[in-house]
């Protein structure tokens, strides 16, 4: 699994928890519940507080991001554990967007890694797939892009309406995301990289990205560099997930193949992220969305938040704690100890209860 790079590596940690709405509010407490237990045999100090930022305040205050709040999460909070935002009765995702996009955007968390990496043969769609075949790790570009909000309407609401949304690439934006997956590469003894863009088509932003990652990957040359069209990555990491190691790309580009790539190690209630800027307050969560058609029932897949949580143990220096998690999922896995989308019966409280038990247990056997 990922290694991720270390905020402080201090003895303690101050934690945000934003739950957020539908099955978010569910996995999420069960992660907090996980931590706790791995964190109290250890007796490292560690504190949770928790912010009810979601569809339920907007709708009855009328507040998506309070004011203040980025900058107090990123002098007082070491990381941030988020669970999931969207409610169908806010049609248009406002507090969505200005939540989420907003810390992404205003931390400059500008790093989004999704490892994507197969638990158990039997969670895969693909025939003949084992876990050593599916082991790869997406970064994507999370400050730019198509998604900074940069367009506009013109004759909205008429037959000649026109819609424009700018795709925006800096120099420094492309330059840092490209160098961060070469140097997890070389830190973390991952042997190839492949960028892929869409520069066929896209001839000027991504005729960046092409100069950039010729540039960038002369530095590293014990690295081997690969470059493909999204389109034909997508076809290859189904045909052959085996060539894929590290993959660098775009915003948009990165959360849909990021997707796909969950797809292939059991889908979405697995599937963990990161969003970083190194060195300072980061922030951790479950690839998935808020699930709406699951939610309030008690069946959502707390994996996704626990193995959230396991990256953002690594994150502030608490190795041995991340590999209990991991180590309690695997197990669970398994043990087949799974909710509904994984083909068991369990309730999402009681794999979160499982999880903290085992995780603990864990963290006495390591330490
Ligand atoms: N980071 C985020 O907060 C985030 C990410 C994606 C989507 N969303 C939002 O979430 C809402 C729903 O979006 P969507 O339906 O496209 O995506 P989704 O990820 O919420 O759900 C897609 C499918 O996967 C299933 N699923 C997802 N997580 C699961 C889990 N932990 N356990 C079991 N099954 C799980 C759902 O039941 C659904 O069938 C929308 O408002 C969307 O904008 C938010």
Redo the contacts with the bound molecule.
């Keep these: 699994m990922a290694n991720v790079p270390l905020r402080n590596g201090g003895p303690a940690a101050r934690i945000a928890v934003i739950p ?1 709405d ?3 509010k569910e ?1 999420t407490p069960e992660a907090v519940k996980v931590l706790k237990a791995v964190a109290a045999p250890t007796k490292r100090p560690c504190e949770f507080v928790e912010f009810d930022w979601s569809a339920d305040k907007y709708l009855r205050e009328g507040v998506t991001l309070p004011a203040g709040a980025v900058e107090m999460l990123r002098d007082e909070f070491d990381a941030i554990l988020f669970g ?4 169908p009765r806010v049609p248009s ?1 406002q507090h ?1 967007a200005e939540i ?1 996009l907003g810390l992404r955007f205003q931390l400059d968390l500008y790093v989004n890694i999704r490892p994507v990496e197969l638990l158990h043969d039997r969670l895969t769609p693909l025939r003949d797939r084992t876990e050593k075949d599916i082991r790869l790790i997406v970064f994507r570009e999370n400050t730019e892009g198509l998604y900074v909000g940069v367009g506009g309407f013109f004759k909205k609401g008429t037959p000649d309406e026109i819609a424009v949304q700018e795709d925006v690439n800096s120099r420094k934006g492309v330059e840092r995301i490209i160098r961060y997956a070469f140097e997890y590469a070389r830190q973390n003894n991952r042997k190839r990289v492949c960028m892929s863009d869409k520069s066929n088509a896209m001839t000027f932003a991504h005729d960046l990205w092409q100069r950039v990652f010729q540039e960038v990957r002369r530095e590293y040359p014990e690295i081997e560099c690969r470059h493909l069209y999204i389109d034909t990555l997508a076809m290859e990491i189904v045909r052959d997930p085996r060539q894929f190691d590290i993959i660098v790309t775009c915003n948009l580009f990165g959360d849909i193949i990021s997707d796909l790539g969950a797809q292939l190690a059991g889908g ?2 697995l599937a963990p992220s990161g969003n970083i800027h190194p060195g300072r307050t980061s922030l951790f ?2 690839v ?7 939610a309030g029932k008690g069946i ?2 707390p994996f ?1 938040s626990v193995l959230a949580s396991a990256m953002m143990l690594e994150f502030l220096g608490w190795k041995p704690e991340a590999d209990a998690l991991r180590a309690a999922v695997r197990s669970a896995v398994r043990e087949n100890y799974v ?1 509904p ?1 994984l083909g068991g019966d369990k309730r999402t409280a009681e794999v979160g209860d499982w999880l903290a038990q085992k995780a603990a247990q864990q963290v006495i056997h390591r330490s």
């Design positions: 957020g539908g099955i978010g996995v999931a935002l969207g409610d995702n969505a989420l979405l209630g969560e479950p998935h969305g808020s699930a709406p058609n699951i959502a897949n996704g909710t989308d």
